[in-house]
């Protein structure tokens, strides 16, 4: 076989991929589309009494920290304000170097509680548990360095109620999130986990731990990140719910069932992404139980979250979340094509496999054999201009549907500028950004391979949104 | 990419294809993101400026209740039908409803019934839910066999907007056409049935609840009977006493535990204290934390050795809840206790009371 037949070979190779991913994508952004639509339309519904306080399902939130002396006292003060009748905050400290401990012991007059702490999942020893004599409802949990997902299992260890809601120590969340995330739970028995829509709070003012004030940041990469996180929440995971197929609830903020999780073994201390393996295995021991179970997303309870706005913590990032995805996979890997597993077996998985996680691989590759096509002359010019052209104009047309869902939905930006420049950017990336991430994506690959431990690494925080009140 | 590729090769030609289509269709929907967004602001601007005038107006209709204030109303125009049954709904909500007698008269008068019954049929599902909600609030009863129809309704959420306007609209009438709809659909969940059912009311309720819970299969009385607290507590009292007395189920005995509120039932409360399922004993604990004579209070004592957690917990709290239970004595009884695991349970309960 020469040269040009391998071109042409691996033209139409890279044209199947586009063409099967896209597909997908179209396909849901359809499903998204519906489910959106009734979702908004039900909101007329929001009417009608309260419910009886006996009914409210209590809810305990886990919050992980790890050296957040800085935040941690208004992260935990603007929980305490959370509209939600019956909550239980557990703080884990995961042996903060800095004074984490400290600061919630003095700024909530923490005092040590004789809890009966009983250990359903494994983790680091617990060094004491706390409880404010301020607020009844929050108590503190002081164990050994374990990393995050050590952390939430000694928080569900302690936790009182059947759902638990894991979010993270330097998140912010709406007023309202507790009560919007827990009604799947209420309307539907069967719900085991649920996950709300993160988005990016560069460029916003947070006061007292609430979201004052919403803005697009002035750095392009956290700009680039909202065009990819309206993607991935707006018609990636609304579009993966209604087949009860979705593979991920985001780590910022999630609701669970404390039986399901415990009787699953709780979140993996061993693997770089907990949150997604942990979501794929309850997948894979419910769908074996052959028990009637939901996991699905709530568009909008929000989260806000920083973003990265160096090369440098992003790509650590990007690599890890890569790593985090293998993990999940590998780990969970009966699942794939198993019929029993339903949409999940059958199609979100090996979708994952294929396009997520060999993904920036193929179009790594395709991109140089392109190049190469192109500057040794076995490719036109003009068919290298199309091909690429092909892959950004793609890449724009699913970035604009998000806008419009965006539209549809909740409006978080609400000024037509902001929708414009946010449109700029889901150019622009196309044009290194893009590349960059499969690139990055592509190395977190080949480090799995190469079997290095992965770490989490530190997280450069700006914290230039938050402001005291 | 002015410049069209050779039309001899099928791949470029397909990709050059799909590239146009894609760019034509981001182009519209570029558009309809505009479009949305200015719809989005002018439906904003209208639905302020209708807010301005018609709460005011609704607010004083449903305060002075005689009609005197029909004419000063504002012109209903057609197409902000739905942004008043917003509105409407609202206020019959805010209020209770002796204070909407004038709202009455006003919906006759702007024939709202029959413009949100006509809504039952729309395909947009905001519009049903609308109307459906609204029919509720109307007290027109002629869309009942439509609303009851809708209660079938596969979307959960329209399905139970129909039968709260059914319990709105006739709650006696409501609860015999419902229960049975209840006992059918395994989707409702009882978050949702309980405040429909609270809202009808004990004395539509009891009936209908009672003899549909003694004619029901163990699975249904289960379910049924947690919504016993709602009813007249003498007829739930016998029913429970009967059930408990009766029932092979651990489901029903679990439910019936739940709502266990009479004295009469101690000796067999006593008894699922020792009961093989842990669930059961942890309902037992609690039932006997609110029923519990001074005597029960060495069965609890036991039961903080229990090998489940749960069930030393519940009994801990039952414990120190008890109303002969003061710090002191709690205090006492804690340090009577060997068992490290009873003592701990002992000990959280005690915190949480403050006896510490």
Known sequence: MNVAAIVAALQWIFLGYFVVLNAVYLALNVIALFALRRYMGQRVADVGPALSPELDLPI????????????????????????????????????????????LIREFSLRPFPEAYRVRLPSKPVEGIYRSTIYPQLRVIDKANGGKADSINAGINAARYPIFCVIDADSVLQRDSLRRAIQPFLDDAATVAAGGTIRIANGCRVSGGFMEEIDLPRHPLAVFQIVEYLRAFLFGRLGWSPMNALLIISGAFGLFR????VAAGGFRADTIGEDMELIVRMHRVLRAEGRRYRICYVPDP?????????????????IRWQRGLIESLKLNASLCFNPRAGAVGMVAFPFFLVFECLGPIIEVIGLAALLFAAIAGYLSVEAFLVLTGLSIVLGILLSTSAFVFEQMSFHVYPRLGQTLRLFLFAVLENFGYRQLNSI????????????KPAKWGEMTRLGSWRRSP | MSASPAASDTLIHVAWITAQASLAGTALLLLCVFWMHWRRNANEARRRAFVARWRPALAAVALDGSGAHFDALPRLDRRDFELFLHEWIAIHEALDRESCQGLEALSQRLRVGDLAGRMLGHTRLESRLLGTIALGHVGDSRQWDALLAETDSHNLTLSLAAAR????LDPERAIVALVPVIERRADWPHTRIWPLLEEAGPAALTGPLVAAIRGAAPEQQARLARFLPLADETAAGELVADLLGTTTSDQVVASCLGVVDSPAELATVRGLAAHPRWHIRMLAAKALGRLGERQDEALLTSMLGDAEWWVRYRAAQALVALPWMRKDRAGALRDTLTDRFAKDAMEQALAERGYR
């Open chain 1, 440 to 451: 990055w994506r592509m190395y977190g690959v080949f480090l799995h391979l190469r079997g």
């Open chain 2, 165 to 168: 306007a059914l319990v709105r």
């Open chain 1, 302 to 318: 929000i989260c806000w979250t920083e973003a990265p706005e160096d090369l440098r913590t992003l790509g650590r990032q990007r």
């Open chain 1, 258 to 261: 404390k039986e399901v999780v």
């Open chain 1, 60 to 103: 305990s939130v886990i919050v992980p920290a790890y050296n957040e002396s800085l935040t941690i006292g208004e992260s935990v003060r603007a929980l305490l304000q959370l509209e939600y009748p019956h909550f239980e905050i557990v703080v884990v400290n995961d042996g903060s170097k800095d004074a984490t401990l400290e600061t």
